[in-house]
Protein backbone atom coordinates (compact mmCIF):
# COMPACT_ATOMS: atom_id res chain seq x y z
CA UNK A 1 0.00 0.00 0.00
CA UNK A 2 1.45 3.41 -0.86
CA UNK A 3 1.26 6.12 1.31
CA UNK A 4 2.24 10.07 0.96
CA UNK A 5 4.59 11.32 3.22
CA UNK A 6 3.19 15.18 4.22
CA UNK A 7 6.41 16.40 4.05
CA UNK A 8 9.96 16.29 3.67
CA UNK A 9 10.50 18.56 6.84
CA UNK A 10 8.91 18.41 10.10
CA UNK A 11 7.86 16.31 13.02
CA UNK A 12 5.00 15.01 10.78
CA UNK A 13 7.80 13.54 8.38
CA UNK A 14 9.87 12.10 11.33
CA UNK A 15 6.39 9.94 12.54
CA UNK A 16 5.92 8.92 8.72
CA UNK A 17 9.36 7.25 8.71
CA UNK A 18 9.63 5.80 11.67
CA UNK A 19 6.01 4.44 11.37
CA UNK A 20 6.36 3.49 7.81
CA UNK A 21 9.71 2.98 6.83
CA UNK A 22 11.12 -0.45 8.10
CA UNK A 23 15.09 0.28 6.54
CA UNK A 24 15.60 2.80 9.12
CA UNK A 25 16.69 1.76 13.06
CA UNK A 26 14.07 3.85 14.55
CA UNK A 27 11.26 2.29 11.74
CA UNK A 28 12.81 -1.79 12.48
CA UNK A 29 12.56 -0.91 16.68
CA UNK A 30 8.54 0.49 15.70
CA UNK A 31 8.25 -2.87 13.78
CA UNK A 32 9.54 -5.06 16.42
CA UNK A 33 7.82 -3.51 19.00
CA UNK A 34 4.70 -3.28 17.77
CA UNK A 35 4.91 -7.32 16.86
CA UNK A 36 5.27 -8.21 20.30
CA UNK A 37 2.63 -5.80 21.37
CA UNK A 38 -0.06 -7.30 18.87
CA UNK A 39 1.48 -11.01 19.80
CA UNK A 40 0.93 -10.01 23.56
CA UNK A 41 -2.60 -8.38 23.26
CA UNK A 42 -4.03 -11.52 21.75
CA UNK A 43 -2.61 -13.83 24.32
CA UNK A 44 -3.75 -11.31 26.63
CA UNK A 45 -7.60 -11.96 25.12
CA UNK A 46 -6.43 -15.81 25.06
CA UNK A 47 -5.78 -16.08 28.27
CA UNK A 48 -8.45 -14.00 29.62
CA UNK A 49 -11.17 -16.68 27.60
CA UNK A 50 -10.09 -19.00 30.13
CA UNK A 51 -12.56 -19.20 32.98
CA UNK A 52 -10.05 -20.06 36.02
CA UNK A 53 -7.29 -17.76 34.75
CA UNK A 54 -10.15 -14.66 34.53
CA UNK A 55 -11.47 -15.50 37.85
CA UNK A 56 -7.84 -15.45 39.19
CA UNK A 57 -5.99 -12.86 37.02
CA UNK A 58 -9.28 -11.11 35.18
CA UNK A 59 -8.29 -7.49 36.90
CA UNK A 60 -4.88 -7.41 35.33
CA UNK A 61 -5.84 -8.84 31.99
CA UNK A 62 -8.48 -6.25 31.75
CA UNK A 63 -5.79 -3.60 32.50
CA UNK A 64 -3.19 -4.82 30.18
CA UNK A 65 -6.27 -5.02 27.70
CA UNK A 66 -6.83 -1.26 28.10
CA UNK A 67 -3.03 -0.43 27.92
CA UNK A 68 -2.73 -2.25 24.40
CA UNK A 69 -5.38 -0.58 23.42
CA UNK A 70 -4.81 2.97 24.01
CA UNK A 71 -1.19 2.08 22.74
CA UNK A 72 -2.63 0.98 19.55
CA UNK A 73 -5.28 3.65 19.81
CA UNK A 74 -2.41 5.90 19.89
CA UNK A 75 -0.51 4.47 17.03
CA UNK A 76 -4.00 4.65 14.95
CA UNK A 77 -3.96 8.23 15.19
CA UNK A 78 -0.03 9.00 14.40
CA UNK A 79 -0.73 6.74 11.42
CA UNK A 80 -3.21 9.22 10.05
CA UNK A 81 -1.12 12.70 11.17
CA UNK A 82 1.45 11.58 9.53
CA UNK A 83 0.22 11.26 6.22
CA UNK A 84 -1.43 13.64 3.25
CA UNK A 85 -4.13 11.53 2.30
CA UNK A 86 -5.64 9.99 5.71
CA UNK A 87 -9.25 8.88 4.27
CA UNK A 88 -6.70 6.77 2.13
CA UNK A 89 -5.18 4.92 5.30
CA UNK A 90 -8.72 4.95 6.69
CA UNK A 91 -10.42 3.16 3.69
CA UNK A 92 -7.63 0.60 3.00
CA UNK A 93 -6.93 -3.29 3.98
CA UNK A 94 -5.03 -2.29 7.34
CA UNK A 95 -6.05 0.67 8.34
CA UNK A 96 -10.06 -1.32 8.27
CA UNK A 97 -7.79 -3.76 10.49
CA UNK A 98 -6.42 -1.50 12.48
CA UNK A 99 -9.87 0.18 13.63
CA UNK A 100 -11.61 -3.28 14.10
CA UNK A 101 -8.03 -4.10 16.64
CA UNK A 102 -9.53 -1.17 19.22
CA UNK A 103 -13.08 -0.72 18.83
CA UNK A 104 -14.31 -3.58 20.86
CA UNK A 105 -12.23 -2.50 23.96
CA UNK A 106 -14.49 0.62 23.49
CA UNK A 107 -17.89 -1.05 22.34
CA UNK A 108 -17.66 -3.58 25.07
CA UNK A 109 -18.74 -1.41 27.73
CA UNK A 110 -22.26 -1.12 25.29
CA UNK A 111 -22.31 -4.92 23.79
CA UNK A 112 -21.59 -7.16 25.61
CA UNK A 113 -18.89 -10.05 23.82
CA UNK A 114 -17.62 -7.47 21.61
CA UNK A 115 -14.27 -7.68 23.25
CA UNK A 116 -13.45 -11.08 21.67
CA UNK A 117 -13.26 -9.54 18.30
CA UNK A 118 -9.76 -8.26 19.02
CA UNK A 119 -8.13 -11.64 18.07
CA UNK A 120 -8.25 -9.66 14.33
CA UNK A 121 -5.40 -7.89 15.67
CA UNK A 122 -2.91 -10.80 14.78
CA UNK A 123 -4.02 -9.79 11.47
CA UNK A 124 -2.01 -6.44 11.48
CA UNK A 125 1.42 -8.55 11.80
CA UNK A 126 0.85 -8.81 7.85
CA UNK A 127 2.11 -5.06 7.64
CA UNK A 128 5.42 -5.73 9.46
CA UNK A 129 6.32 -8.68 7.45
CA UNK A 130 8.51 -6.06 5.47
CA UNK A 131 10.91 -6.46 9.02
CA UNK A 132 11.68 -10.12 8.30
CA UNK A 133 13.25 -8.62 4.51
CA UNK A 134 10.22 -11.01 2.67
CA UNK A 135 11.05 -8.87 -0.47
CA UNK A 136 13.68 -11.38 -1.47
CA UNK A 137 10.43 -14.12 -1.80
CA UNK A 138 8.35 -11.38 -3.78
CA UNK A 139 9.13 -13.51 -7.24
CA UNK A 140 8.50 -16.74 -5.72
CA UNK A 141 5.07 -15.50 -4.07
CA UNK A 142 3.76 -14.39 -7.63
CA UNK A 143 5.23 -17.66 -9.26
CA UNK A 144 2.21 -19.23 -7.08
CA UNK A 145 -0.09 -16.51 -7.48
CA UNK A 146 -0.27 -16.66 -10.88
CA UNK A 147 -0.20 -20.62 -10.91
CA UNK A 148 -3.49 -20.57 -8.84
CA UNK A 149 -4.59 -18.26 -11.34
CA UNK A 150 -4.31 -19.90 -14.38
CA UNK A 151 -5.41 -23.48 -12.70
CA UNK A 152 -8.72 -21.58 -11.65
CA UNK A 153 -10.88 -23.04 -14.26
CA UNK A 154 -9.87 -26.65 -14.08
CA UNK A 155 -10.16 -26.31 -10.32
CA UNK A 156 -13.67 -25.14 -10.41
CA UNK A 157 -14.43 -27.78 -12.36
CA UNK A 158 -13.31 -30.00 -10.03
CA UNK A 159 -15.19 -28.68 -7.51
CA UNK A 160 -18.07 -28.88 -9.57
CA UNK A 161 -17.74 -32.30 -9.87
CA UNK A 162 -17.43 -32.86 -6.06
CA UNK A 163 -20.40 -30.96 -5.31
CA UNK A 164 -22.36 -32.78 -7.65
CA UNK A 165 -20.69 -36.26 -6.26
CA UNK A 166 -21.30 -35.02 -2.74
CA UNK A 167 -24.93 -34.35 -3.19
CA UNK A 168 -25.65 -37.89 -4.61
CA UNK A 169 -23.98 -39.53 -2.26
CA UNK A 170 -25.64 -37.59 0.73
CA UNK A 171 -29.29 -37.92 -0.75
CA UNK A 172 -28.01 -41.64 -1.33
CA UNK A 173 -27.22 -41.90 2.65
CA UNK A 174 -30.74 -40.12 3.52
CA UNK A 175 -32.71 -42.52 1.50
CA UNK A 176 -31.21 -45.59 2.82
CA UNK A 177 -30.38 -44.77 6.11
CA UNK A 178 -33.10 -42.80 7.29
CA UNK A 179 -33.25 -40.22 10.56
CA UNK A 180 -33.80 -43.59 12.75
CA UNK A 181 -30.02 -44.21 11.69
CA UNK A 182 -29.42 -40.22 12.48
CA UNK A 183 -29.68 -38.60 8.75
CA UNK A 184 -32.28 -36.61 9.69
CA UNK A 185 -31.82 -34.29 6.29
CA UNK A 186 -30.24 -34.40 2.83
CA UNK A 187 -27.97 -31.55 4.20
CA UNK A 188 -27.06 -33.46 7.09
CA UNK A 189 -26.33 -36.66 4.28
CA UNK A 190 -23.72 -34.10 2.21
CA UNK A 191 -22.16 -33.00 5.62
CA UNK A 192 -21.49 -37.05 5.97
CA UNK A 193 -20.38 -37.55 2.74
CA UNK A 194 -17.82 -34.39 3.01
CA UNK A 195 -16.32 -35.88 5.75
CA UNK A 196 -16.04 -39.16 4.30
CA UNK A 197 -14.85 -38.40 1.42
CA UNK A 198 -11.98 -36.30 2.73
CA UNK A 199 -11.35 -39.21 4.84
CA UNK A 200 -11.57 -37.15 7.83
CA UNK A 201 -14.24 -39.77 9.61
CA UNK A 202 -15.76 -37.89 12.68
CA UNK A 203 -17.63 -40.92 13.42
CA UNK A 204 -20.50 -38.39 14.97
CA UNK A 205 -22.58 -40.13 12.12
CA UNK A 206 -22.03 -43.42 10.90
CA UNK A 207 -24.44 -45.72 8.04
CA UNK A 208 -25.82 -48.82 9.69
CA UNK A 209 -27.36 -50.47 7.26
CA UNK A 210 -25.67 -53.36 4.68
CA UNK A 211 -26.62 -50.89 1.73
CA UNK A 212 -25.44 -48.16 3.87
CA UNK A 213 -21.90 -49.30 4.85
CA UNK A 214 -21.69 -50.26 0.86
CA UNK A 215 -21.97 -46.56 -0.07
CA UNK A 216 -19.77 -45.60 2.53
CA UNK A 217 -17.15 -47.97 1.26
CA UNK A 218 -17.48 -46.12 -2.10
CA UNK A 219 -17.43 -43.05 -1.33
CA UNK A 220 -14.06 -44.00 0.76
CA UNK A 221 -12.79 -45.50 -2.24
CA UNK A 222 -13.71 -42.09 -4.38
CA UNK A 223 -12.39 -39.98 -1.94
CA UNK A 224 -8.71 -41.73 -2.09
CA UNK A 225 -9.35 -41.86 -6.34
CA UNK A 226 -9.80 -38.14 -6.56
CA UNK A 227 -8.23 -35.92 -3.47
CA UNK A 228 -4.81 -35.58 -5.28
CA UNK A 229 -6.22 -34.00 -8.54
CA UNK A 230 -6.28 -30.30 -7.11
CA UNK A 231 -2.32 -30.82 -6.02
CA UNK A 232 -1.95 -32.32 -9.45
CA UNK A 233 -3.41 -29.49 -11.65
CA UNK A 234 -1.56 -27.19 -9.11
CA UNK A 235 1.81 -28.75 -9.31
CA UNK A 236 1.59 -28.87 -13.35
CA UNK A 237 0.92 -25.53 -13.67
CA UNK A 238 3.00 -24.24 -11.50
CA UNK A 239 5.67 -26.00 -13.31
CA UNK A 240 4.68 -24.78 -16.49
CA UNK A 241 4.84 -21.02 -15.06
CA UNK A 242 8.70 -21.78 -13.61
CA UNK A 243 9.16 -22.85 -17.65
CA UNK A 244 7.49 -19.64 -18.60
CA UNK A 245 9.60 -17.72 -16.43
CA UNK A 246 12.66 -19.16 -17.40
CA UNK A 247 11.88 -18.71 -20.93
CA UNK A 248 11.70 -15.14 -19.83
CA UNK A 249 14.80 -14.93 -18.20
CA UNK A 250 17.97 -13.66 -18.93
CA UNK A 251 20.00 -15.01 -22.39
CA UNK A 252 23.73 -15.20 -22.43
CA UNK A 253 24.80 -13.76 -26.20
CA UNK A 254 27.77 -15.40 -26.15
CA UNK A 255 26.70 -19.32 -25.50
CA UNK A 256 23.20 -18.13 -26.23
CA UNK A 257 22.31 -19.86 -22.62
CA UNK A 258 19.05 -19.38 -21.11
CA UNK A 259 17.59 -19.42 -17.69
CA UNK A 260 19.74 -17.03 -15.50
CA UNK A 261 18.48 -15.11 -13.06
CA UNK A 262 18.06 -11.60 -12.63
CA UNK A 263 21.37 -11.20 -10.06
CA UNK A 264 23.46 -12.77 -12.23
CA UNK A 265 26.32 -11.63 -13.58
CA UNK A 266 28.28 -14.10 -15.62
CA UNK A 267 26.74 -16.74 -17.48
CA UNK A 268 27.00 -20.15 -15.73
CA UNK A 269 28.06 -22.37 -18.92
CA UNK A 270 30.66 -19.87 -20.81
CA UNK A 271 31.65 -17.55 -17.91
CA UNK A 272 30.65 -14.20 -19.67
CA UNK A 273 29.70 -11.32 -18.57
CA UNK A 274 25.96 -10.80 -19.10
CA UNK A 275 24.77 -7.23 -19.58
CA UNK A 276 23.36 -5.63 -17.01
CA UNK A 277 20.43 -3.11 -17.75
Known sequence: MYIETPSKKGWRSKIFKIIYHADTPAGKWFDIILIVFIILSVLTI???????????????????????????????????VSIRRPMKYVFSFFGI?????????????FFVG???????????????????????YTHQAQLLTNSIKNSRHKIF???????????????????????ENGFTSIPHGIYWAVVT????????????TVLGRMVASLIMLTGYSIIAVPTGIFTSELS???????????????????????????????????NVE
Open 197 to 208: LTTVGYGDIAPH
Open 114 to 136: AQQLLVIRILRILRVFRVLKLVQ
Open 97 to 109: VDILSILPTYLAY
Open 46 to 80: ILDSVNDLHLNYGDILKIAEWFFTLVFTLEYILRL
Open 240 to 274: REVQRNRDKSRVCKTCNLAGHTQAAVFCRRCGEAL
Open 157 to 179: VFFFFIFTVLIIFGSLMYLIEGP
